[in-house]
């Protein structure tokens, strides 16, 4: 397993914009598939968005298609969650979420990881 260490949430007003950092500990991360997740008070975790090993595919869910963007760095072992025109339906604590690969492939459920960082709460308000 990989120690993942989420950053950089925080309380912003509706449309504003955060960027999440997910850093890990791991020297291969660049063969994990990488995914962030959230989870809002009395609601099930459910999944934002993923990227490949490497970088070259993204996925989200449809909620925030067009407004977030994940991305990784594999020389800093990073990945990253661009938040823009939040939503008060956007706060939650923010997972990022990590698996092994040896190919490219989209993981969209939260069993399909096996790491986990400890998580950031975003806040938006109206």
């Known amino acids: 397993q990989v120690q993942l260490v989420e950053s950089g949430g925080g309380l912003v007003q509706a449309g504003g914009s955060l960027r999440l950092s997910c850093a890990a500990s791991?020297?291969?991360?660049?063969?994990?598939?990488m995914g962030w997740f959230r989870q809002a008070p009395g609601k099930e975790r459910e999944f934002v968005a993923t990227?490949?090993?490497?970088?070259?595919?993204?996925f989200y869910t449809d909620s925030v298609k067009g407004r977030f963007t994940i991305s990784r760095d594999n020389a800093k072992n990073t990945v990253y969650l661009q938040m823009n025109k939040l939503q008060p339906e956007d706060t939650a604590v923010y997972y990022c979420?990590?698996?092994?690969?040896?190919?490219?492939?989209?993981?969209?459920?939260?069993?399909?990881?096996?790491?986990w960082g400890q998580g950031t709460q975003v806040t938006v308000s109206s």
């Open positions: 990227i490949v090993w490497t970088g070259g595919s993204t």
């Open positions: 979420a990590a698996k092994p690969v040896a190919r490219t492939v989209v993981l969209t459920r939260a069993n399909d990881y096996d790491s």
């Open positions: 791991r020297r291969t991360f660049s063969n994990y598939a």
